[in-house]
Structure formats: structure tokens, C-alpha cells
């Protein structure tokens, strides 16, 4: 039997998830991945699956919201969760990843399936004859993207993520830093803690709500994602935003005069060697020259240097409520798109914020496609599901509709529970409806 040809665009988290899903239900698969022969003002070189903002997949613990999404994911067969476990660096109780390593790992992957084939090549149509999935990612093809809204005759619709800058750990005072992780959990101490005294921690402060920052373009809106908002933006909320929040001493011991740490700005491996530090949740805008004389406020980096300071970048999405099926596939008979082909979105151009969230929709687009493509109906994940509740969340009718996390209030209550176990009986609640699932599905 000929196997059927379909065509992904992007080789991202979630294009590249769906290309390896779709090998694997029997599809021939062209992959499209513009870069490097088009640049984003984001990303570096044309490595698959690069990770732009941070290297972590936040937590692994089934308690918490990602972590119960990636065992979600493991359950299903998720093969890019199982590659950034193979490019696992010590990072306590989160999966985080060498990002070259865990790129080197995806493209291979991708390289040695025979039923894909790589295209380095810009797409800046959906018209084809291919049954598609657009994963195109957060910054996308301008050709693609502008095509993509006049045909929807949506708005274009984008917020502003920020990127976090990594130090070079040799230039670290360890005077003023020390390692240990939060409640000193795991079984090595992975983080370098860099505190702040109450009078340093004011004038960084005030110094951060004064800076330069960098601006958007005049035709770009200036609108920010709360869940990766940048530190100056943080700071202009209050004088104690930033304490309790990414500089939060909570769980890191007391200073060298029994007292709690006052504030703390924490450090994560970027790479194995750990010779290189991501400033945990230090993501900003700032202009490059204001945040070298701002970080040099803090003692512990004083004299540091950075392999690479923050930036700005948009993320594009679509609104995915007025577009898009509960299979993530685009609704069929939407004026405009007459000579589509038949498409599913899948990744942050759908408004799932996050890796692994773009990891779970190229997962659940994929599937949905093959089931549709090979048998005429898809087969929804039960709604008990992570990845279910998610892109409920993402197509259910919404007036304001913004990007959004997995989290545990997208999760179905359907019983009364109290708050100590409430994560407890949804987590549950989640892996039990998905593992009778995979027990009875038909294909």
C-alpha cells in the first residue's frame, strides 16, 4: 500500500514532535525549516528543535503542572521528551537540557528517519495539495505569517517574549555566591545562589525601573506574556515584586549572620560542564551596555561575563477559538481558504505557551491528522488529559483570548477536593483516564 505524503512547516519543538509521530503512524513526511537560510532575530544558526529562551522544561515532579504534563508525554510516546532526557544537565527537581546537545540529538533523529526528508527552505503559502501542519513557530516567516492572517482575515496577533542572559561561571565571585538548590532538594546542589543585602537590592531596583530598555518596532504592538515578563517590567510594579518572585530567598538557608537572605538571584547549568549559568527567570530587554552595569551591582557578579545577554523577540499566534477544531485542525469552510488543503496548527502559533506545551500540541496535532487522514475521524484525548485540557482551553469560545501555560486550573475539577490534595487526586485523575485510554484505543 503507498504510504500518504503530508507536509510540516517548522522544525521546532512542535513540528518536529509531529514529524517523528507521523513517521511513526506510516506517513511519508516533508519537513520545511527556513533557517539558516532565513534568520529570526531570536535564534542562532539553523539547528532543529532550538531552545531560544531558556534550556528548561521546568519542573519533573507529578505535583507540579509540567511535570505531570511530561509523564503525559512519556505515557504517550513523546519522542522529544525522551531526547531531552538523554541531554539532561543537574538542575534539582527540573528537566533542563544542554541546548546544542539536545538540538544535535532532535536533528539527528530527524535525519536518520527515512520516511522524513528535510527541507532547508522557506514556505510562504499554505496552497498545496499536501494535507499540512503548521508549526511554524513564534517567528515565523513574514511571508508565511502575513499570508497565513489574510487568508484567516484575522488580526495579526503577537505579545513580546524576553530572553535571559547567561554567565560564564569562571567569572563568578564566590565570595558573595554559593551553591545550593531550594530546600536543598536533589542529591547535588546545582544552582549558584547570588544574594542581595536590603540596600543593594533597593538601588538594583530603582536602577532597573529607570533603564533603558529596547523598544518594538512602531508597527509592532507593545504587549508582554505575564508568564515571562521581563525583569524591569517586574520591577515597576512594586519594590518587593521582584523578592517575591524570581529573587525570592525562600528555601536557600540564612546568610553568614543568621538571617535570611535578603534576595537572591539564582543561577542554572546551561550546559553539562557547567561552565556556563542561565540567570533563572532574569529574562529582559534591557539595552546590552545598561544590563552590564546593572548585573555588576550584584556583588557575586561584579566582574562576570556573559556568553550571552538578554533580548527581546514576538511570538505570532492565531485565534485559535474563532479557528481551530478541538483536533487542532483549522475549521473547514473559513472564507479565504478555499484552496487549503486540509491543515492542523500546532506549537505557540496556536497560543500554547512554553516547551513542553509545544511539544504536547505537535504531539496531539499529529495524531489527530493521522487518525483523520487514515481512518476519517480523529480520537480525541479523554478531557480528564493535560494535553486535552490544554487546547480546550486554546479553541473554547474567549473574547480576550492570550497565549497560555499548562497549569493545573485548566484541569477538570469534577469532584470536591481540598487544597493539601488537590494537585494529588487531578494528577491522578489525569494519568488514569490517559493510561485507560492508550489500554482502549483502536489504533
Not at 546551561?270 to 561552565?275: D, M, P
Not at 511570538?315 to 484552496?339: A, H, V, Y
Request: with cysteine; aromatic share 8%.
Amino acid at each position: 500500500m503507498q504510504k500518504t505524503r503530508v507536509k510540516v512547516i517548522g522544525g521546532g519543538l512542535a513540528g518536529c514532535e509531529a514529524a517523528l509521530q507521523l513517521a511513526s503512524y506510516g506517513f511519508l513526511i516533508d519537513l520545511y525549516e527556513m533557517r539558516p537560510k532565513v534568520n529570526t532575530p531570536a535564534h542562532r544558526g539553523g539547528d532543529l528543535a532550538q531552545l531560544v529562551c531558556s534550556n528548561s522544561f521546568k519542573g519533573i515532579a507529578k505535583t507540579t503542572a509540567h511535570g505531570l504534563l511530561k509523564n503525559e508525554l512519556t505515557l504517550l510516546g513523546s519522542f522529544l521528551i525522551e531526547l531531552a532526557k538523554e541531554a539532561q544537565v543537574p538542575a534539582g527537581e527540573s528537566l533542563t537540557v544542554n541546548r546544542e546537545i539536545f538540538s544535535a540529538l532532535v536533528e539527528k533523529k530527524i535525519l536518520e528517519c527515512p520516511a522524513i526528508t528535510l527541507h532547508r527552505e522557506e514556505v510562504t503559502s499554505l496552497e498545496d495539495d499536501l494535507p499540512t501542519l503548521v508549526a511554524a513557530g513564534p517567528l515565523a516567516s513574514e511571508s508565511l505569517t502575513n499570508s497565513i492572517f489574510k487568508s484567516l482575515g484575522s488580526e495579526r496577533l503577537h505579545f513580546f517574549d524576553a530572553i535571559a542572559p547567561v554567565v560564564e561561571a569562571d567569572s563568578i565571585d564566590f565570595n558573595h555566591a554559593f551553591y545550593m538548590n531550594r530546600w536543598e532538594k536533589g542529591e547535588t546542589a546545582d544552582f549558584i545562589n547570588c544574594p542581595l543585602d536590603v540596600e543593594t537590592y533597593n538601588a538594583f531596583v530603582e536602577k532597573l525601573r529607570e533603564a533603558d530598555s529596547v523598544e518594538p518596532r512602531p508597527f509592532e504592538k507593545n504587549e508582554l506574556f505575564e508568564g515571562c515578563l521581563p525583569i524591569e517590567e517586574m520591577a515597576r510594579r512594586g519594590t518587593e515584586t521582584l523578592r517575591y518572585g524570581p529573587m525570592r530567598p525562600i528555601g536557600l538557608g540564612f546568610g553568614n549572620e543568621g538571617k535570611k537572605w535578603h534576595a537572591v538571584i539564582q543561577l542554572r547549568a546551561e550546559n553539562a560542564q557547567k561552565t556556563l549559568f542561565n540567570m533563572v527567570g532574569f529574562q529582559t530587554r534591557l539595552k546590552w551596555n545598561t544590563q552590564k552595569e546593572l548585573f555588576a551591582m550584584v556583588p557575586a557578579l561584579k566582574n562576570a561575563r556573559f556568553a550571552r545577554l538578554g533580548c527581546m523577540h514576538r511570538n505570532t499566534f492565531i485565534e485559535s477559538p474563532k479557528l481551530l477544531e478541538p483536533t487542532l485542525q483549522l475549521k473547514r469552510g473559513l472564507p479565504g481558504c478555499e484552496k487549503f488543503p486540509p491543515i492542523w496548527f500546532a506549537g505557540q502559533i496556536t497560543g500554547a505557551e512554553g516547551y513542553t506545551e509545544a511539544v504536547a500540541t505537535g504531539w496531539y496535532a499529529a495524531w489527530n491528522m493521522a487518525c483523520s487522514l487514515k481512518h476519517g475521524v480523529p480520537q480525541l484525548l479523554p478531557k480528564e488529559s493535560c494535553i486535552r485540557s490544554l487546547v480546550d482551553q486554546l479553541v473554547s469560545p474567549n473574547p480576550d483570548f492570550q497565549p497560555m501555560n499548562f497549569n493545573f486550573g485548566l484541569l477538570p475539577h469534577l469532584i470536591e477536593m481540598k487544597k493539601k490534595n488537590k494537585k494529588e487526586i487531578l494528577g491522578n485523575q489525569a494519568e488514569e483516564a490517559v493510561i485507560e485510554w492508550i489500554r482502549k484505543k483502536p489504533y
